[in-house]
C-alpha cells in the first residue's frame, strides 16, 4: 500500500536514526525531504505547510530528559503524520442500519459486501438492500455480491422509489441484525442527489451514513467531503482503492482536515479487502513498524489463531500446521500483505506466495504418508524417506523437497519475527527502543 509514500518515510526515518548528529542543517534537510514526500502524495500544500511548522517547533525545543534528540525527531515526525492522517475511531459491534453514500465508482457497492463480511464474521445477521435506483446493473451487482458472501438480500429491480424500497426491506429483513443500504451514486453532488439521499436518509434513520471516498482523488477529496458533511449527517467515511493509486496520502488527509472519521480503508476489490482504520497503525505501518495487533485480527478473522498464537509463544511450528493453517493464511487477505502489514520487508520466494490449492491438496497427500515422527520433526526427512513418501502417496519427490523448503522457509520467517521483533509497538515506548541505533 502506498509504496511511494512509505519508501519515502522510511527513508527519512532511516537517516534520522543513522545520522551521527542531528544538525539543524541536517533537520532542515529532513524536513525539506518531507515537504517533497508528503507532496508527492498529494498532500494538500497548506496542510503540509502546517505539519512542518509545527514539527519545526517540537524539534527545535530541547528533548526531555532521558529522551535523545533522535527520538525526540522521530517521537514527533510519528505524532504529526498520525495527526495529520486522522483520529481514532470506534465501529460498534451491535445491530444497526448503515447507509453508504458517494458518487459514482466511488466504491460503496463493494463495500457493501466488504463491510458484509466484516459484520458477518463478528457474528452479526446482515442484511444488503440496493437503494441505487439510477444504475441499471445495481440490483444484479448488489445481489451477486451478497450471494458471494452469503448473507441476505434485498432490492425491487423495477423500482425507482428508494424510499419505497428501504421501507419494504425493512419489514422483509427486520430479523437481520445490521442493515447495509447501498445508494445511487451521481456524477456531482447536485440537488437532485441531495434530495434523494435525504429522503432515504430520513426514511432509514440510519445509525451510521458512510460517506465513500476513493483514495484516487487526493487533495481533492476535501472539497468532496465537506460538501457532503454540508448536505448530510455524515457519520464516517470510508477511503477505498488505496491500493490503486500513489495519492492516499493526500486522500487520507483531506478527509482528515475535514474533520470526517475515517472508519475504514480498502485496499482490493475483494470482499475480505477491508480494514479498520487507525492513523497510529498506519503510520507505524508506513514507518516500518510491523502493524502486529491488526495482523492478529485478521488472522483471528480466519480459523489460523494458533499459527499467530503458537508464533508469539514460539512453539514449534511443525509441517502438519504449516499445511493446515497455510490456507487459512491465504483466506486472510494474501500472504504478501500480510508480510506487508508486518512491515518487516521480509520476501517470500513466489512458490510459497503462489501456492495454489490444487498442490496444497498434494502437499496434504505427502503429509498424509510420513509418520508422525517425521511430522513432528521434518528435519529427519532424509532422501530415502522422501522416495518412500512419494511412493505412498503419489506425490513426486521433487515436490515434496519442494513443500520441505517452502516449509523451512516460513519457519526461517516466522523465527525472525520472534521474539523482540513481535513484541514491538506496544505504545511509544518500544517504539524508541526499536530506533535506537543498535
Ligand atoms: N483496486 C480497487 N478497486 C476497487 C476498490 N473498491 C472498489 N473498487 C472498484 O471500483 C469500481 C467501482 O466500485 P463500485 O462499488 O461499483 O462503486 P459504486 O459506483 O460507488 O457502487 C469497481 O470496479 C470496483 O471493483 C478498492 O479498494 N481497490
Ligand atoms: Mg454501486
Known amino acids: 500500500m502506498l509504496p511511494k509514500l512509505r519508501d519515502g518515510l522510511r527513508a527519512l526515518a532511516e537517516r534520522i536514526r543513522s545520522a551521527v548528529v542531528l544538525k539543524d542543517s541536517l533537520l532542515e534537510e529532513i524536513l525539506r525531504d518531507?515537504?517533497?514526500?508528503?507532496?508527492?502524495?498529494?498532500?494538500?500544500?497548506?496542510?503540509?505547510?502546517?505539519?512542518?511548522?509545527?514539527?519545526?517547533?517540537?524539534?527545535?525545543?530541547?528533548?526531555?530528559?532521558?529522551?535523545?534528540?533522535?527520538?525526540?525527531?522521530?517521537?514527533?515526525?510519528?505524532?504529526?503524520?498520525?495527526?495529520?492522517?486522522?483520529?481514532?475511531?470506534?465501529?460498534?459491534?451491535?445491530?444497526?442500519?448503515?447507509?453508504?453514500?458517494?458518487?459514482?465508482?466511488?466504491?460503496?457497492?463493494?463495500?457493501?459486501?466488504?463491510?458484509?463480511?466484516?459484520?458477518?464474521?463478528?457474528?452479526?445477521?446482515?442484511?444488503?438492500?440496493?437503494?441505487?435506483?439510477?444504475?441499471?446493473a445495481a440490483y444484479d451487482q448488489l445481489k451477486q455480491l451478497a450471494n458471494q458472501v452469503s448473507v441476505a438480500f434485498y432490492g425491487e429491480r423495477e423500482s425507482r422509489d428508494s424510499a419505497s424500497i428501504a421501507r419494504n426491506a425493512m419489514e422483509k429483513l427486520r430479523n437481520k441484525d445490521v442493515l447495509i443500504f447501498d445508494s445511487s451514486g451521481r456524477n456531482a453532488l447536485d440537488s437532485e442527489m441531495i434530495t434523494e439521499i435525504k429522503r432515504l436518509h430520513a426514511l432509514i434513520r440510519p445509525d451510521e451514513t458512510i460517506l465513500v471516498i476513493p483514495a484516487d482523488?487526493?487533495?481533492?477529496?476535501?472539497?468532496?467531503?465537506?460538501?457532503?458533511?454540508?448536505?448530510?449527517?455524515?457519520?464516517?467515511?470510508?477511503?477505498t482503492k488505496l491500493d490503486a493509486t500513489a495519492k492516499g496520502g493526500g486522500a487520507l488527509a483531506a478527509c482528515a482536515a475535514t474533520g470526517a472519521k475515517i472508519a475504514f480503508i480498502t485496499t482490493g476489490e475483494k470482499p475480505d479487502d477491508l480494514e479498520l482504520y487507525s492513523p497510529k497503525h498506519f503510520v507505524a505501518r508506513l514507518l516500518g513498524f510491523p502493524d502486529l495487533e491488526t495482523l492478529l485480527a485478521k488472522l483471528k478473522e480466519t480459523r489460523a489463531p494458533e499459527l499467530a498464537e503458537k508464533a508469539l509463544k514460539e512453539e514449534e511450528f511443525t509441517l502438519e500446521d504449516f499445511i493446515d493453517q497455510f490456507q487459512e493464511l491465504r483466506k486472510a487477505g494474501g500472504i504478501a500483505k500480510l508480510l506487508d502489514m508486518l512491515g518487516l520487508g521480509i520476501k517470500l520466494p513466489v512458490e510459497v506466495l503462489e501456492l495454489q490449492e490444487e498442490k496444497l491438496k498434494r502437499w496434504k497427500y505427502a503429509l498424509d504418508s510420513m509418520t508422525e515422527e517425521e511430522r513432528k520433526n521434518p528435519e529427519v526427512i532424509n532422501a530415502s524417506r522422501i522416495r518412500r513418501i512419494a511412493k505412498g502417496s503419489g506425490v513426486s519427490e521433487a515436490e515434496i523437497r519442494e513443500m520441505l523448503s517452502a516449509y523451512r522457509q516460513v519457519k526461517r520467517m516466522l523465527k525472525m519475527l520472534k521474539p523482540g521483533k513481535l513484541r514491538m509497538v506496544r505504545g511509544l515506548g518500544d517504539l524508541f527502543k526499536l530506533l535506537r541505533p543498535k
Request: hydrophobic letters at 45%; proline letters at 5%; glycine letters at 8%.
Open 34 to 136: 518531507l515537504r517533497k514526500t508528503l507532496l508527492e502524495a498529494d498532500v494538500a500544500p497548506d496542510l503540509v505547510e502546517q505539519l512542518l511548522e509545527r514539527l519545526r517547533k517540537q524539534v527545535r525545543t530541547k528533548p526531555p530528559p532521558g529522551v535523545g534528540k533522535k527520538e525526540q525527531v522521530i517521537k514527533a515526525l510519528y505524532d504529526e503524520l498520525v495527526n495529520l492522517l486522522g483520529g481514532e475511531v470506534e465501529i460498534e459491534l451491535r445491530p444497526k442500519r448503515v447507509l453508504l453514500v458517494g458518487l459514482f465508482g466511488s466504491g460503496k457497492t463493494t463495500l457493501a459486501a466488504k463491510l458484509a463480511r466484516f459484520y458477518q464474521k463478528r457474528n452479526l445477521s446482515v442484511g444488503l438492500v440496493c437503494c441505487d435506483v439510477t444504475r441499471e
Open 217 to 239: 482523488l487526493g487533495q481533492a477529496a476535501r472539497e468532496q467531503a465537506s460538501a457532503f458533511a454540508k448536505a448530510l449527517p455524515i457519520t464516517h467515511v470510508a477511503v
